[in-house]
T-cell receptor, first 113, second 116 residues
Framework: DQQVKQNSPSLSVQEGRISILNCDYTNSMFDYFLWYKKYPAEGPTFLISISSIKDKNEDGRFTVFLNKSAKHLSLHIVPSQPGDSAVYFCAASNIIAADKLIFGTGTRLQVFP | NAGVMQNPRHLVRRRGQEARLRCSPMKGHSHVYWYRQLPEEGLKFMVYLQKENIIDESGMPKERFSAEFPKEGPSILRIQQVVRGDSAAYFC??????????????FGEGSRLTVL
């Protein structure tokens, strides 16, 4: 049962344009959502998060949007840069329960010049 | 280096041998998580441990896999009698729970197991 889904395995975007990565979840108990970025042969690194009491969180070029009614979140990167090329994982948890993070399958972003 | 430390980074084993993967959490973190990433797949939760306690092992295969986090020393993920399907990247993460919990996990660089 895949509780966190990233339906696009890959995304290709031109440098300077916006990258939009999507994530859907099924468990209504999730109250905290995170995005991680992963380069080849490295561990995932935390990028940005959002609590279920918010619908938007912004950090520089990165913005995460949460639509609780649709159980959907998205990560916007603008402007996209070649260094953003990586695999992006969406993750969710029930932070009140101090529960584990459940990850999606990832979306490989390629930003080309 | 105050980050999550995993060793070995690469491990090659023949079928039937044992694999031991070690993880030292970030300083001040008392919670350790193990995740497995199979080729071309996402991160799958395996086990969540606190010092001397297994909190959640719902993602651990029923046989051959075990994990511990002793009072002293690193957390160890042990795979007995490895098979080719165990070939994967194994990531350890740590967190600081309680009032300081930000919900974020800090990951190590992973241990890549190859079973011949």
């Amino acid at each position: 049962d895949q509780q966190v889904k990233q339906n696009s395995p890959s995304l290709s975007v031109q440098e300077g344009r916006i990258s939009i990565l999507n994530c859907d979840y099924t468990n209504s108990m999730f109250d905290y959502f995170l995005w991680y970025k992963k380069y080849p042969a490295e561990g995932p690194t935390f990028l940005i998060s959002i609590s279920s009491i918010k619908d938007k969180n912004e950090d520089g070029r990165f913005t995460v949007f949460l639509n609780k009614s649709a159980k959907h979140l998205s990560l916007h990167i603008v402007p996209s840069q070649p260094g953003d090329s990586a695999v992006y994982f969406c993750a969710a948890s029930n932070i009140i329960a101090a529960d584990k993070l459940i990850f999606g399958t990832g979306t490989r972003l390629q930003v080309f010049p | 280096n105050a980050g999550v430390m995993q060793n070995p980074r690469h491990l090659v084993r023949r079928r039937g041998q044992e694999a031991r993967l070690r993880c030292s959490p970030m300083k001040g973190h008392s919670h350790v998580y193990w995740y497995r990433q199979l080729p071309e797949e996402g991160l799958k939760f395996m086990v969540y441990l606190q010092k001397e306690n297994i909190i959640d092992e719902s993602g651990m295969p029923k046989e051959r896999f075990s994990a511990e986090f002793p009072k002293e020393g690193p957390s160890i993920l042990r795979i007995q009698q490895v098979v080719r399907g165990d070939s994967a990247a194994y990531f350890c993460a740590s967190s600081q729970q309680g009032e300081s919990n930000t919900g974020e996990l800090f990951f190590g660089e992973g241990s890549r197991l190859t079973v011949l």
